[in-house]
């Protein structure tokens, strides 16, 4: 679609023949760096990338550009010329794709266009297969104008502002998508963005952005302009306008995990008053990028949450993958045989064979990043800002400890233990399992086997009564849920009950796709109803459901552990025979223990709904010894009744635990507009973050690196619970605060969400 020029709005370019006289023309090398499939050194960077920019249409033609991956290696290679990934965000990708793929801490961008395979070729698990058609080395100047590896600016009034009336809209003439909730304020943040376009036979092109401070500037509500600066003179995206001038972009804030996702169409302008808006030290950009935005959109991104890419140590080492410089040099010796202008392949091949030539390289390199990019106006580049691996922003030593959150001294850690207060200082403490075997225990009930996934034997350490929090993949998005041990600790296998909940996402993946030999992610184990070290000589359990999987811990624990001694009896509440889990062998270690387990039955469809005066002639008839101590597991009003005729009963409290199965993990209450969280701890101030759309104050609190004390992250055990100071947070309820901690003004991070700015502390009770 053209452009026309009108009276009074910037001058719009709306040939080939004006974008080249502005531009200029590629060096014939630049076009040679092409190649038609992946070779061992793109495939190693896929293999160490945890995100990439993905641009796409969907089949009613609606652009979209978003960011994915999240884990290192998340592109699965197939063959030089397939890769798939999954892909979490709504999209319905079609035809023509492209992608880039960043390594944190290197300036080079590898590039990598191709189509989406026919459906029918589509992994079921993979979600999103791939031929791919040209890929290549993108040189470091976007990266290095936005200073995106730098370490992130704290958050402050200066950079995110609140949304609303009184926010950054206030400025912004007329109405329009711009004008969103916290649109305004991000864009006056975002360094960097990916912008994908389309050329007239509908291939796709996703280039990276990037500038000083804020790489796209609002003029009205409606109306974005991006510089365009000088770089190696492809403008694939400029040509692409000229013919389709649909485009879409997806801009991100260092340090945030929220993604700015735009549409709309684009104009070039070359108009000398707007450019010279956007000098850089009286340095105009040549030319500019007018967008007319349909959509814009503020949204929490799950992969840039997961990819941890500001997290100091987070990015690759030197050695772990290819000099990226180096690798477009092989791709030019590649594609330079047979050309006629370029440069001869044999002479390339022989200097890139020289030991030691890649670091040279590498140096003149960067010198010429610098040169090129202090021409441009930025006269303040770090001295190693160049793009080999570790090498934008993170060689120089000191530099990535600035503008990082206050680190709490040795020993100061307010009565927790530091295990816990500091593992938001490194990556969440998850282990990698794979499935060894489903056990099929009811029609709604199955036991999964874990094992490690790297074969090792390592005990899986816990007490009887615990929980593990069990991570999936599941159509690409990280879904979590916690599930109690059934098994003896300090083996090398664990295993979990889970039983079939209607429309429980995970539960439903758990009993309908995972096999033998599928792959998930452990982390815990968390709670405080467990059997401690000094166990009672005499327990009394009650469950109902899925309750029985903690006390079956407990019975295979005490009567493996303490043969010949101490009494344990199970009332044990079910639907029906069929639905009574572990009933088989809890007849069978009944009867080879006399003495030491008893267990009694109810059948609700047979006996009725277990009630307190069901619980208390079992009591008495089971007359336990006055030091017993009683764990009760099931739905609120069985554990209410238990409680009721113990404490009828003159229990003491100690003597009573209780394990509810609540959780909070499906927040309810959708929140449109970013907020700004401070912590504080110990009456002293830690950091102030942005908390995205559809992200969790924990989320938040530990990719800004807060010392964030959590266990369980599925609102089961309570360990992330904070006093909030001030504001207002959604969670679901009932949840596992106790009426003491809710009176206190505590709530949970880990599934807590702003629905204001809020203030929290962190400091432990």
Request: hydrophobic share 35%; proline share 8%.
């Amino acid at each position: 679609m053209q452009h026309e020029n009108r009276p009074g709005a910037p001058r719009r370019l709306t040939t080939a023949d004006e974008v080249g006289t502005a531009v200029g023309r590629p060096a014939p090398m630049v076009m040679l760096k092409q190649i038609s499939s992946l070779d061992e050194g793109c495939r190693t960077v896929l293999a160490h990338c945890p995100i990439a920019a993905f641009g796409h249409r969907d089949a009613d033609g609606t652009s979209r550009t978003t960011f994915i991956g999240g884990t290192p290696g998340f592109v699965r290679v197939h063959s030089p010329t397939r890769i798939s990934f999954s892909l979490s965000e709504p999209g319905d990708p079609r035809g023509p794709v492209s992608f880039f793929f960043l390594l944190p801490g290197v300036g080079e961008i590898l590039r990598v266009n191709g189509s989406v395979a026919a459906r029918e070729d589509a992994g079921t698990t993979a979600g999103t297969t791939v031929d791919v058609e040209e890929a290549y080395v993108h040189c470091a100047q976007a990266v290095l104008r936005s200073g995106l590896w730098q370490p992130p600016v704290p958050a402050g009034p200066a950079l995110h502002e609140p949304a609303g009336p009184t926010g950054p809209v206030a400025g912004i003439a007329g109405d329009g998508p711009l004008c969103g909730p916290g649109i305004a304020g991000f864009l006056a943040a975002a360094p960097f963005l990916a912008l994908s376009s389309w050329d007239a036979s509908g291939g796709s092109d996703t280039s990276p952005r990037g500038d000083r401070r804020a790489v796209a500037r609002i003029l009205d509500g409606r109306t974005l302009v991006i510089p365009d600066r000088r770089g190696n003179k492809r403008a694939d995206t400029l040509h692409n306008l000229l013919r389709d001038d649909r485009l879409s972009l997806a801009a991100l804030v260092p340090g945030r995990s929220g993604v700015l996702h735009v549409r709309g169409r684009g104009a070039i302008t070359d108009d000398p008053a707007l450019l010279g808006t956007m000098s850089l030290r009286g340095t105009p950009p040549h030319l500019a990028l007018l967008i007319d935005v349909e959509h814009a959109e503020l949204t929490g991104n799950d992969a840039v949450a997961r990819a941890r890419l500001w997290t100091p140590g987070a990015h690759p080492d030197r050695g772990t993958v290819p000099d990226l410089m180096a690798l477009a040099g092989k791709h030019l010796a590649a594609g330079s045989a047979g050309a006629a202008d370029g440069p001869p392949a044999f002479l390339l091949k022989a200097v890139g064979a020289v030991p030691g030539l890649t670091r040279l390289l590498r140096l003149a390199g960067n010198r010429a990043y610098r040169s090129a990019l202090r021409k441009e106006g930025y006269g303040d580049l770090a001295p190693d800002a160049g793009g080999g691996p570790g090498g934008s922003g993170r060689s120089g030593g000191s530099g990535w400890r600035r503008g990082l959150p206050r680190r709490r001294p040795a020993g100061n850690d307010g009565g927790r233990e530091r295990s816990s207060r500091d593992q938001s200082l490194r990556e969440p403490p998850l282990r990698e399992v794979r499935v060894a075997g489903v056990r099929r225990e009811t029609p709604s009930a199955v036991t999964l086997v874990l094992e490690d996934a790297d074969g090792g034997r390592a005990p899986f350490e816990f007490l009887p009564g615990q929980f593990f929090t069990l991570v999936a993949d599941i159509d690409g998005r990280p879904v979590r849920r916690a599930y109690s041990a059934s098994s003896v600790p300090g083996l090398s296998r664990l295993e979990v009950t889970v039983k079939h909940v209607a429309g429980g996402r995970f539960s439903t993946h758990v009993h309908r796709d995972l096999r033998a030999g599928d792959r998930l992610a452990v982390r815990g184990p968390s709670g405080s109803f467990h059997l401690g070290p000094g166990a009672p000589d005499e327990i009394v359990l009650v469950a109902a459901g899925s309750g029985v999987t903690p006390m079956m811990s407990m019975i295979r624990t005490r009567l493996a552990v303490t043969p010949g001694h101490g009494r344990t009896a199970l009332l044990y509440s079910s639907r029906s025979a069929d639905e009574a889990v572990f009933a088989d062998e809890l007849a069978r270690s009944a009867k080879d223990h006399p003495g030491r387990l008893s267990v009694t039955h109810v059948l609700t469809h047979r006996d009725g709904r277990l009630d307190a005066d069901g619980v208390r002639r079992w009591i008495a008839d089971l007359s336990p010894a006055p030091d017993a101590h009683y764990y009760v597991c099931g739905p609120p009003p069985l554990m209410d009744a238990v409680r009721g005729v113990l404490s009828g009963l003159g229990v003491a409290d100690g003597r009573v635990h209780h394990e509810r199965y609540t959780s909070a993990a499906d927040t309810g209450s959708a929140v449109a507009a970013p907020q700004e969280m401070t912590v504080e701890e110990n009456g002293r101030p830690v950091g102030t973050v942005v908390v995205e759309p559809g992200r969790t104050l924990l989320d938040a609190g530990l990719a800004a690196g807060f010392p964030m004390p959590y266990s369980c992250t599925v609102g089961s055990c309570g360990d992330c619970a904070v006093r909030l100071r001030g504001g207002e947070v959604a969670q679901n309820e009932p949840n596992c605060l106790t009426p003491r901690q809710k009176a206190e003004g505590r709530v949970l991070t880990c599934v807590g969400r702003p629905l204001s700015g809020v203030t929290l502390d962190i400091t432990a009770p």
